[in-house]
């Protein structure tokens, strides 16, 4: 097999695309697919200042990398929640990335915002870490957009992890998150515009490609973290694209074609949190409510 980009010998397979490239076309190819979906969904222009969410992990370095080599407006942020073992590894390879790219890296420290650390106030208040985390990070991230400029937060949801929220979403017919999932959410009310640019791109296409470029990712699983059914499907998903290959694509594109338009959102109307003003369909948000209840 030869590379379909230069014609010397191929290493990767990409089956699902029907061709194969070799190592050193591999990350342009990837851009190349970035950058389609970037234009395609019309998530965001060259003059747009972008924001993009780091975590630490494969997806969101790998998302700002190609994103900044392809001439994106980025900008760089993360959210360190204080989880002893977990937060400092991430951060670290956030920061090296960042620093690498001659990107700036903003960080929200929970423990400077709020006072306490994720771990913390997930024992005072006896709720289970994630269900905080999840409701901070979403809050952060769009905080921290806004301040920062962009009209636009990137996150590094690949593939896999949108099939398997999808997975999840149908298994228990919570019709009110599928009709909220996607690619592209549109600004609304202090809410910046939320983007996916690496939703078609498989977990594996992202891990060759920090690979192939060098990115120093952190591996660690976050040590609060419970018995995440997400993994397993991620699993069962994995097996039936070994079957079939770009099953996982073509019910994802399926899922927005045929079945999103179908639905509609109910969230209420948004206001202001009378705490801490960031957007809510109550009247004090839930991380508020969380960290008051300490
Ligand atoms: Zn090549
Ligand atoms: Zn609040």
């Known amino acids: ?103 700036d890296l903003h960080v929200y420290e929970l423990r400077r915002e709020r006072g306490l650390t994720l771990s913390e106030v997930s024992r005072k208040v006896r709720r289970p870490p994630c269900s905080i985390c999840g409701a901070v990070k979403r809050q952060a991230t769009n905080r921290m957009a806004r301040e920062l400029g962009c009209t636009v937060l990137a996150t590094g949801h690949n593939l896999d992890d949108e099939v398997a929220f999808l997975f999840s979403n149908l298994l228990n017919w919570n019709l009110n998150y599928l009709a909220r999932q996607g690619p592209v959410s549109e600004a609304k009310f202090k809410m910046v515009k939320k983007v996916k640019p690496l939703c078609f791109l498989t977990d594996e296409e992202v891990r060759i490609y920090a690979e192939i470029v060098g990115l120093e990712v952190f591996e660690g699983r976050c040590p609060l973290e419970g018995k995440a059914p997400l993994h397993f499907y991620k699993r069962i998903w994995n097996e039936l694209e070994g079957m079939r290959p770009d099953v996982k694509s073509s019910f994802y594109k399926g899922f927005l074609r045929k079945l999103k338009p179908l639905l509609s959102v109910d969230e209420g109307e948004l206001r202001s949190c009378k705490i801490c003003g960031e957007p809510t369909s109550r009247d004090v948000c839930s991380v508020c409510s969380a960290f008051m209840k300490v």
């Not at 900008?75 to 937060?87: E, N």
Request: aromatic share 8%; net charge positive; glycine share 8%.
């Open 1 to 103: 097999m030869r590379c379909a980009l230069c014609g010397r010998k191929a290493e990767v397979k990409l089956v699902r695309y029907g061709t194969s490239v070799c190592r050193s076309c591999y990350p342009e190819f990837f851009r190349g697919r970035v950058e389609k979906t970037v234009e395609r969904l019309r998530m965001f222009s060259k003059d747009d200042p972008v924001c993009v969410a780091l975590s630490g992990g494969k997806d969101s370095l790998s998302l700002l990398h190609a994103l900044h080599l392809l001439g994106y407006k980025a900008k760089a942020i993360f959210i360190d929640l204080g989880i002893s073992g977990y937060s400092e590894g991430s951060r670290k390879v956030c920061e090296k990335l960042c620093s690498d790219l001659n990107v």
